[in-house]
């Protein structure tokens, strides 16, 4: 097992820049999630990680050696694919053996580990099947034994839930993490969806137009969102932004939001006047007849434990995640407050999120490393 | 995938399943019949096979095939009287005729070359269309598009408009009449049909099972060895087939560019028909072995070669 270390990666198709001075470490052990919309760059990235692409510039360090420009069946990893790429031609003992035959490794040394294998991943019972005719979660459990057969120093997966059914999706997360937590071996798994992220990593890079917009663990991207792309990208529904513009003066404790005062905790900064956007997520925002920001009900999802609740305002949509119990009336006129500890404020123009303004962000820092 | 493809089309009924089987046996007739009348032919004895009204039922001889086989020389009944008692059925059939047998005719040595020929032509063809397929697909050709333009372009004129050329050509490099310049020949004619077909099966194979292989440890030769090939056989197989009917039987350029020791079984055989009358038997008998390899061939590859030809019709 290694550390990834990956510095300054770019690469360019031409005249597009897939990838732009990406910089982030895994450490050793690590479950590193790459997110992000499609065509983001994550699996160019995870691509040049492999070496199945070259990158035009920057540097990839795997255990402490450059990578960068070996081949990929010199930097021992192992890939699993969207399209699982199990070989049709051979059985399920020869797919998951292949690569210890690469190896030139001894046939009963190979069996012994195929079996093995096959037994920590539940497939035993179908080693002498053929690939052909296996179930997807079965085919997704076949290309994980053949990634960890050969006990490679990191493990690199491209969307490899992406084909399977809901339901199957969720048990093979599961079921992934849980591998993960037995055998420990750095991974980074790419995926555009925020749940299986959320659920499974110990770090998360979301990125978008080919940069990383933040890198933290899944608890600090939701809760501190570095950027309006990410506040919006992570969470369903998204974190609502309320516009207002002009500075903010250090030392005051309110902003004025659509002529309606938010209270925030002590501003730390003075920030210059500039359009800027309050964030808050659904589940910050509750109902008080007393706010002055007040709107009506659009139209409400019931979803069992809690239910979110549109409220169209001056500004637009806001959309709060409020108890299911609630009886609400499309029209109805109600006021919200925003839990001012969970509010982020955002520059537009950069779509940066300006967290020391509001954020003892030091004192953050200090309490999560304890 | 296990999923089967459902088929939205009515079940057809019973009447135009009829219909569709009376078509069928009648074209079957068509096609089927003049290789029957072949076939036939060749076990007929040389005055039954110009009978006329022709005969439907007789007596089967193998005398059209003792004929292809061998040469033999007019003898008075004296001298074939003299001879010691005939060596098998074929000598006392020639006697009949007041014939002796000479010697094996060139029938044999022409059908070997044939196949040397035509399966070496296929092999080359389909090995370098195999290959740069597999290029064309997979990396970055400069010019691509214009390279499979120009390998297409090959096929635009009928190879024969460059019969007298290729003819010079040849006779300065001293490949006429051997087996490599046919072999060339072939393999250059049928190579531009192999990179096209090939491309086409080889795009539909995802590169992720090379990639995988790659990252599995093996180089990219091996990756396309033990990925690719296996996975590509039934477009390879298609291609083999084409190449294969291409070379064996294609006549024009073998007239003009073997006449001995070359010669392909194609030019050989109507000249059966010149040696002691017109032998219709033996030239049936000819045809008939001649047609052996390929539908053996294509016997053995059909089921490659029809889903080969259906292939992108139905997605897997």
Same mark, same amino acid.
């Given at each position: 097992m290694a550390e990834i270390r990956v510095q300054h990666l770019r690469k360019a198709f031409g005249d597009f820049v897939a990838v732009q001075d990406s910089n982030f470490v895994v450490e050793d052990g690590e479950f590193f999630v790459m997110l992000g919309?499609?065509?983001?760059g994550k699996t160019t990235t995870l691509r040049m990680i492999a070496g199945l692409e070259l990158p035009t510039g920057g540097q990839i360090l795997l255990g402490g050696d450059d990578v960068t420009m070996l081949r990929a069946r010199e930097r021992d990893i192992a890939f699993v694919f969207q399209l699982f790429?199990?070989?049709?031609?051979?059985n399920v003992r020869k797919n998951i053996g292949f690569p210890l035959l690469a190896q030139g490794m001894p046939s009963a040394e190979i069996r012994t580990r195929v079996e093995e294998t096959a037994k920590l991943l539940r497939i035993d019972h179908l080693l002498d099947k053929s690939v052909s005719g296996l179930a997807g979660g079965d085919r997704q459990r076949v290309a994980l034994g053949r990634a960890i057969v %050969? %006990?490679?120093?990191c493990f690199l997966m491209d969307e490899p839930l992406g084909t399977l059914d809901t339901e199957f999706r969720d048990l093979m997360v599961h079921e992934l993490r849980e591998l993960h937590n037995r055998i420990r071996a750095t991974t980074v798994y790419v995926t555009h969806d925020q749940m299986e992220a959320m659920s499974m990593a110990d770090k998360i890079a979301v990125m978008n137009h080919g940069v990383i917009e933040q890198f933290g663990s899944p608890r600090e991207i939701y809760d501190r969102p570095a950027t309006m792309f990410v506040a919006d990208f992570i969470g369903s529904p998204p974190m609502n932004f309320l516009k207002f513009g002009g500075g903010l003066t250090k030392g005051s404790k309110e902003i004025v939001v659509q002529g309606a005062k938010v209270a925030v905790p002590e501003v730390r900064e003075d920030v210059a006047p500039a359009d800027m956007a309050l964030g808050i997520r659904p589940e910050h925002i509750r109902f008080d007849?007393?706010?002055?920001l007040r709107g009506a009900i659009y139209g409400t999802e019931y979803l069992g434990t809690t239910q979110i609740v549109a409220v169209e305002t001056a500004d637009g949509i806001i959309k709060a995640r409020v108890p299911a119990e609630i009886r609400l009336n499309a029209g109805d006129h109600v006021g919200l407050t925003l839990n001012s500890a969970r509010l982020s404020l955002f520059e537009k123009g950069s779509g940066r999120a300006v967290r020391t303004a509001i954020h003892d962000t030091a004192a953050e820092r200090r309490a999560q490393h304890g | 995938m296990s999923l089967t493809t459902a088929h939205s089309v009515v079940a057809p009924s019973a009447n135009s399943k009829r219909i569709a089987g009376a078509i069928i046996i009648a074209y079957a007739l068509i096609s089927i019949v003049p290789l029957l009348w072949i076939f036939a032919t060749s076990f007929k004895t040389p005055p039954d096979s110009i009978a006329y009204p022709p005969k439907i039922v007789f007596q089967p001889s193998i005398e059209g095939y003792c004929n292809l086989f061998t040469t033999r020389t007019r003898q008075t009944p004296e001298y074939i009287n003299s001879l !010691?008692?005939? +060596?098998g059925f074929c000598d006392e059939t020639v006697r009949k005729r007041n014939m002796v047998i000479a010697g094996p005719s060139n029938f044999l040595p022409r059908f070997v070359n044939s196949l040397i020929i035509a399966f070496g032509s296929t092999f080359c063809a389909v090995f370098l269309g195999t290959l740069s397929a597999y290029g064309f697909s997979r990396f970055k050709v400069p010019l691509a598009d214009d390279l499979l333009f120009f390998i297409l372009s090959t096929r635009f004129m009928p190879p024969i408009a460059v019969a007298i050329p290729i003819y010079l050509m040849y006779r300065e490099l001293g490949l006429s009449d051997t087996a490599l310049g046919m072999i060339l020949l072939y393999t250059a004619v049928n190579v531009s049909l192999a990179v096209w077909l090939l491309k086409g099966f080889i795009d539909e194979i995802p590169r992720e099972y090379e990639e995988a292989a790659m990252i599995d440890g093996y180089t990219r030769l091996q990756a396309f060895w033990r990925t690719v090939l296996p996975q590509a056989t039934t477009g390879i197989a298609a291609t083999a087939i084409f190449c294969l009917i291409f070379a064996w039987n294609e006549y024009a350029f073998a007239a003009l560019l073997t006449s001995g020791t070359a010669q392909t079984a194609p030019p050989f055989i109507? +000249?059966?028909?010149?040696? !002691? !009358?017109?032998d219709w038997p033996a030239v049936a008998a000819g045809t008939t072995i001649f047609l052996v390899p390929i539908l053996v061939f294509t016997i053995l590859l059909r089921k490659q070669l029809l889903r080969g030809i259906t292939f992108g019709a139905v997605r897997k």
């Open positions: 919309p499609s065509g983001c790429a199990l070989y049709p031609h051979m %050969r %006990r490679p120093k007849d007393a706010s002055k | !010691g008692p005939a +060596t109507p +000249t059966i028909i010149g040696e !002691g !009358g017109q």
